[in-house]
């Protein structure tokens, strides 16, 4: 089994910042993309980044609505996934999830989600 551990959620200011981490364990043969979601009340699960297996910014996909706002990044020697997110606005308020995909054995990909963390931007 793979477990996802999130971190890095809680309140803030708008214009301020968070970084959220993702700690992946358990029973992996490989990471594949690894990813952000979020959803707010009311809406449906949204993409808000995701980065390859290789990383760097050929690697990277952001909903348009974070471009230039936050950035992806992975350590894979950690098993982690980061989230910078910088000038936060009210309207990222939501709980946002780690999303793996992996290798479980040679033969089998699975989509693992982490719990959720929430994230407030207010004043």
């Known amino acids: 089994q793979v477990q996802l551990v999130e971190s890095g959620g809680g309140l803030v200011q708008p214009g301020g910042s968070l970084r959220l981490s993702c700690v992946a364990s358990?029973?992996?043969?490989?990471?594949?993309?690894m990813g952000w979601y979020r959803q707010a009340p009311g809406n449906q699960r949204e993409l808000v980044a995701s980065?390859?297996?290789?990383?760097?910014?050929?690697?990277?996909n952001y909903a348009d609505s974070v471009k230039g706002r936050f950035t992806i990044s992975r350590d894979n020697a950690k098993n982690t996934v980061y989230l910078q997110m910088n000038n936060l606005k009210p309207e990222d308020t939501a709980v946002y999830y780690c999303?793996?995909?992996?290798?479980?054995?040679?033969?089998?990909?699975?989509?693992?989600w982490g719990q959720g963390t929430q994230v407030t931007v207010s004043s």
């Open positions: 999303c793996v995909n992996a290798h479980t054995t040679w033969s089998r990909i699975e989509n693992i």
């Open positions: 358990g029973s992996i043969f490989r990471i594949n993309t």
């Open positions: 980065i390859t297996s290789s990383g760097g910014s050929g690697g990277t």
